[in-house]
């Protein structure tokens, strides 16, 4: 696809309005040096977000000398975004004001049994009333929805959800038609969210190349490219778990051997801490992962070794992504991450130089982030943000009259 006009323009409004949220309020000089455009280019767009009531100006501030400085904020009064992280065991709804501050948040458990849209998209509903009647005089800019598995992005489809058995689900469709929504749905997975959300609200920020690892029971990578998302030709870009490690290892439960997520999703590493002779089980993942970490900062050998064995596995697939992308940063999060991060980063850093180039790694940043609030929901809703720019062509809207 060429670039455009209009895909620079609305990168740069991407670009300013997420200064604006980290670092409110503040004025149109300062917003030019923070995101290295012209003031006259700052100036224009901050014009059309005005007009569009996403900023607003809430003062002045001395210059040292010459006219005040307008100060510019997110409009906290305008219009909200609705985030929603699908798991196969919880549905997690939140909300947030144009600064991204929270304004309600629930989840809910699902049954074991609950695997169907139908039954999802129940929950969905119920999150959906609860934002009518909490927050009923606001307006909704946009819903953004992360599904777990492959999503057509452009259809609002859920291409294939590995563990509910789905197959082209029209999800958008069947979530408008039950909800009469009359607002934009906005579907990715969970790489792709957790990935939007750095680049608008963590260590992603003003980031050029990321790669943001996802550590959970699946594990996976979202790309950040020229400080967008990159999806890819069919939005599959990021199935790093499922590249291939050892030619003739573990079987994946996506039916191939030796990819990584056989090592390093949460089913792995308690494999390999039970055949060290650790008390893990299966079937309780975040329970014995809790137990693991507690061993390992017991100093327990099995603890240690499994940690030795499962950072030198992340260590070959992290240099693999890392001599093709040459991040900038690499950030690793996920429950797995939240839990071992402590206990991984140091053995990786350790062993990522015996794999990766050393130009490759010259200039990478390496951060573990422990996630206080949930990013996958969080960047659903900068989704739907970034959805409510585009859809009404803040770009281009001042060169047309
Ligand atoms: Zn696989």
Request: glycine letters at 12%; hydrophobic letters at 40%.
């Amino acid at each position: 696809m060429k670039s455009t006009s209009r895909d620079i323009r609305i990168r740069n409004c991407f670009s300013v309005l997420r200064h604006l949220i980290a670092d409110t309020p503040t004025s149109r000089q300062l917003l030019a040096r923070e995101t290295d455009l012209s003031v006259a280019t700052v100036s224009n767009l901050v014009s059309d977000l005005i007009e569009l009531g996403v900023v607003v100006e809430v003062g002045h501030e001395d210059s040292g000398g010459g006219r005040p400085r307008a100060l510019l904020a997110p409009n906290a009064d305008g219009g909200i975004l609705v985030g929603i992280d699908v798991t196969t065991t919880y549905v997690q709804l939140e909300v947030y004001d144009l600064t991204l501050a929270p304004l309600l948040q629930r989840e809910d458990q699902l049954d074991i049994n609950e695997t169907t849209p139908e039954q999802i998209i129940g929950h969905i509903d119920s999150g959906m009333k609860a934002v009518h009647e909490q927050l009923g005089g606001r307006e909704v800019l946009g819903v953004g929805v992360s599904l777990p598995g492959q999503v057509d992005v452009a259809g609002g489809v859920s291409v294939f959800a590995p563990n509910w058995n789905w197959h082209d689900v029209p999800f958008s469709g069947l979530i408008e038609e039950r909800l009469s929504l009359d607002v934009p749905i906005y579907l990715d997975n969970s790489l792709k969210t957790a990935a939007v959300g750095e680049l608008w609200f963590g260590d992603g920020r003003g980031v050029e190349r990321l790669a943001v690892v996802v550590l959970g029971t699946g594990v996976g990578v979202g790309l950040a490219v020229d400080g967008k998302l990159y999806r890819g030709a069919t939005n599959s870009a990021g199935e790093w778990g499922h590249t291939t490690i050892h030619s003739d290892g573990r079987r994946c439960r996506c039916g191939r051997k030796g990819c990584i997520e056989a090592y390093i999703g949460a089913p792995g590493i308690l494999r390999r801490w039970s055949e060290f002779g650790g008390d893990a089980d299966v079937e309780a993942q975040t329970e014995s992962m809790t137990a693991l970490a507690a061993a390992w900062k017991a100093g327990e050998e099995a603890a240690l070794r499994t940690v030795e064995d499962v950072a030198g596995e992340l260590a070959v697939g992290m240099a693999n992504l890392v001599n093709i992308l040459n991040p900038d940063l690499v950030v690793v999060i996920g429950w797995v991450a939240d839990l071992l991060g402590e206990a991984l980063l140091p053995e990786l850093e350790r062993s990522l130089p015996e794999h990766g180039m050393e130009a490759t790694l010259k200039a990478l940043q390496l951060k573990v982030n422990h996630q206080p609030r949930n990013m996958v929901s969080l960047g659903a809703a900068a989704l739907a943000l970034e959805g409510h720019l585009t859809r009404i062509n803040t770009v281009g809207a001042r060169s047309r009259r």
